[in-house]
Structures are given as structure tokens and as C-alpha cells.
């Protein structure tokens, strides 16, 4: 997930990531300044799965925490089985982490993206789908904001991410309450 910060303060752009890295799930909490280099750039392990991808019926969770302010000051990331059991739950807190109280910041808005592990690097789903569910406090106004791309594969074009995928995403439902779902596949078409 990638979160765009207000402008004009030392954070710029907030990635809460659960990947798979060859049999490995883990938890990531990667953030950057408005230019340079990453302040925090940290992963940590969830579960081993042997087969190297997410089972069917698989969901991943990440909840982002507030502090009294409304900034952003870590997250939980939850795996629950296709059985409903949760098997891992991990809550990071950016203090925790070493993150310095000036780097602490809100969203103004972010972008849930299925692609490749990191660095630019692209990836070729064979397959997959699900939905997507966005959820937020009462308090907390959450609407879609974006355009009707028409399934566009991957994120790469004016967005907060490098990597893309064979992923492509329905538009997100026109609801003015929660939950907003979304639906994604992966698309056996390469050439995009």
C-alpha cells in the first residue's frame, strides 16, 4: 500500500507492504522523504509457505495506526488462512522502529497495488484474483478519488509505485459507505 503524505513536510511517500519473497510472507515498512533516500526500510518475517505462492482463500490485512494527531505511526499486518484462523498478526510502531517524531505523518491518500517484490521489479502472475476491501473509521472520510482506467494492467503510470504486474483492477464500487471493494485478476495477456 502506498500513501502519499501532505506536501511540505520531511515524509513524502508511506509503503506498508505484506510480500511473498520465495517461500517467505513478510511485513515491510518502507518510507521516503519528498527526495533521497528511504528513512526507514524495514522487513520483517510472517510465515513460511512452501509452495511459494498464497493459497487460494488467503487474506492479507493491513491496518494502518493513528496517533491523537492523525499521523500514521505504524501498522498491523494480518494473515488469515482459507480456513479463517489467523496465523500470524504483527503490529509495528514507527517509534519503535527508530523513526524520529518530525518523520511521523498523515495520508492524504494512498494506493493498494499487486506487483512485483521491490526495486522496479516487474512480475508475471499465472494466477489469481480476489477483492480487495477498503475500510475506515466513522471518523475518517474514505472515497475513491481516481479515474475509470479501464482495467489498465499494473500501476506504473502516474502513480506512487515502480513495480508493475499482470494484475488489473475493476474501478473501485461507487459507494459513499464502507466497504469500497474492488476486484482484481490476474490477466493472461503479456504483451500490455
Known amino acids: 500500500m502506498n500513501c502519499a503524505s501532505p506536501p511540505g513536510l520531511k515524509t513524502g511517500l508511506q509503503q506498508y507492504v505484506i510480500g511473498l519473497y520465495g517461500k517467505e ?30 493459497p487460494a482463500g488467503y487474506k492479507l490485512t493491513i491496518t494502518l495506526l493513528n496517533d491523537s494527531t492523525g499521523r500514521i505511526s505504524g501498522a498491523t499486518f494480518v494473515v488469515v ?5 489467523e496465523i500470524k498478526r504483527l503490529t509495528k510502531h514507527l517509534h519503535d522502529l527508530g523513526v524520529s517524531n518530525g518523520h511521523i ?7 493498494l497495488n499487486i506487483v512485483g517484490p521491490d526495486n522496479g521489479e516487474d512480475v508475471l502472475f499465472s494466477s489469481g484474483s480476489g477483492t ?14 481516481g479515474h475509470d482506467d479501464g482495467g489498465q494492467f499494473g500501476v506504473k503510470d502516474n502513480s506512487l509505485t515502480q513495480e508493475i504486474s499482470n494484475v488489473v483492477y475493476t474501478p473501485i464500487s461507487p459507494r459513499s459507505q464502507m466497504p469500497l471493494l474492488q476486484n482484481f485478476n490476474a490477466s493472461l495477456v503479456e504483451d500490455h
Not at 510472517?46 to 509452495?51: E, K, L, N, R, Y
Request: net charge positive; charged share 10%; glycine share 4%.
Open 25 to 54: 510472507v513478510q511485513a515491510t515498512i518502507n518510507n521516503w522523504p519528498p527526495n533521497g533516500k528511504y528513512f526507514i526500510n524495514r522487513n520483517f518475517d510472517m510465515i513460511s509457505i512452501p509452495a511459494r505462492k498464497i
Open 81 to 85: 488462512d482459507n480456513t479463517g484462523n
Open 105 to 111: 505523518a498523515p495520508i492524504v491518500s494512498f494506493q
Open 132 to 145: 480487495i476491501t477498503y475500510t475506515a473509521s466513522q471518523a475518517t472520510p474514505l472515497f475513491s478519488v
